[in-house]
Each structure stands twice: as C-alpha cells, then as structure tokens.
C-alpha cells in the first residue's frame, strides 16, 4: 500500500523558517519525481514546487522561489521541503504528491493527507 | 505561466444527471490535462490523466475529453458520493498550474 506522511507544519511567526517532511512507503520511492502541493483555507490547490527522481531537476511556483528550498534523501524515502522567510499568504495545508514519472512535471498519482502550516504573529 | 479556467465555479445537480465541468488553458497544452477529485476533509484523488485516460480504480462514470485549449470532465449518472470539488491540473510547462476549481453539490 502506497503511503505519504507529512510531518512539520506548525504556528510560526512571519519571517521564520519551519521544514516539512514527507516519509513515503509502499513504492519505489527513487523511481519517482515528488511534489508540494497546498491549499490555503477555503481556497483551490496550488503547485509549490517538485523535484526528479534524482534531484537533477527542481522547480517551484513563483511565489516561493528564493525562499523555499525542495529536497529529498532517496536513501530514507523522505521527502523536504525547506521554507524560509514565512509570510502570512503561506498559511495553508501542504500536502506531499507522487508524480506518475521519474522526470519533474506530469500529475500526481498519490497523495498525502497534509501538514498545516500557519504562519501569524 | 499558463493559467487553467475551469467554469462553471460551482453547480448543483440530481441524482442521475450528467455534469460537465469545462477546463480552459491560456495556451495550447496538448493533452497534458489532468482531472481531480477532493471529497470535503480528503486529499485530492486522481481522476483522469492526460485528457481521457481513467485513472485505475476510478468508476466508468467519469470520462475526459480534450486537446489542445479546451477539456472537459463528464459525470455520467451523478451519485451522492460524487459531492466534491474538481480540479484541472496542466502538465504541459512548469509551473504546474491548476484550475480554481468546480463545486459539485447534489439537489
């Protein structure tokens, strides 16, 4: 069975960093291009960034670029996302997606249950 | 970026009717059209992927179609279980981007 468990999200203030985790079991997690999608509340989905198989390829939405930094560690099947420089609009669930490929970009086939982050002071 | 308009925002329909929900991208994007669902509570579920293809495990009732600019999801013979949100997702060049969304309430 395909499992995505989120870990790390949390009150923060803005300006502050917090990492998410996302631990994956039940596929070859290596084979696989991975994803952070949110949602803010009561809002539509948001891409947030993706990352290759290998890590050759990353790319991330506008709105995160130069303070969200995506990773992943294949030998313990996880999953990173790295959020500096926090603001209020980055409040939001962020869940974790598998891509159906290895390469960075198609759809997601698998998807965690979230981690909520709200970022206020 | 490529920005996916899906219309109509929300709708609500009976048991037993067929439902269309319209995806529109600012650009052609091939078939790279993807189709989710998100029940109320739930993480997004995998529909359809690259316009037409179902999604393993996903009833008969739910079809794409599609090329280019212009998609659309079909729910043929709506039931209770298909309460819920769908979204439009494009492939075609990073950023992935997706629609707003389309609510589906049941009469």
């Known amino acids: 069975e395909v499992q995505l468990v989120e870990s790390g999200g949390g009150l923060v203030q803005p300006g502050r960093s917090l990492r998410l985790s996302c631990v994956v079991s039940g596929f070859s997690f290596d084979d696989y291009a991975m994803h952070w999608v949110r949602q803010a509340p009561g809002k539509g989905l948001e891409w947030v960034s993706g990352?290759?198989?290998?890590?050759?390829?990353?790319g991330y939405a506008d709105f995160v670029k130069g303070r969200f930094t995506i990773s992943r560690d294949n030998a313990k099947n996880s999953l990173y996302l790295q959020m500096n420089s926090l603001r209020a609009e980055d409040t939001a669930l962020y869940y974790c997606?598998?891509?159906?490929?290895?390469?960075?970009?198609?759809?997601?086939?698998?998807w965690g249950q979230g981690t909520l982050v709200t970022v206020s002071s | 970026d490529i920005q996916m308009t899906q219309s109509p925002s929300s709708l609500s329909a009976s048991v037993g009717d067929s439902v269309t929900i319209t995806c529109r991208a600012s650009q052609s994007i091939s078939s790279d059209l993807h189709w989710y669902q998100e029940k109320p509570g739930k993480a997004p579920n995998l529909l359809i992927y690259?316009?037409?293809s179902l999604q393993s495990g996903v009833p008969s009732r739910f079809s794409g179609s599609g090329s280019g600019t212009d998609f659309t999801l079909t729910i043929s013979g709506l039931l209770p279980e298909d309460l819920a949100t769908y979204y439009c997702?494009?492939?075609?060049?990073?950023?992935?981007?997706f629609g707003g969304g389309t609510k589906v309430e049941i009469k």
């Open positions: 997606a598998k891509d159906k490929r290895g390469g960075m970009g198609t759809y997601f086939d698998y």
């Open positions: 997702q494009q492939s075609y060049s990073i950023p992935l981007t």
């Open positions: 690259t316009a037409s």
């Open positions: 990352i290759s198989w290998n890590s050759g390829v990353t």
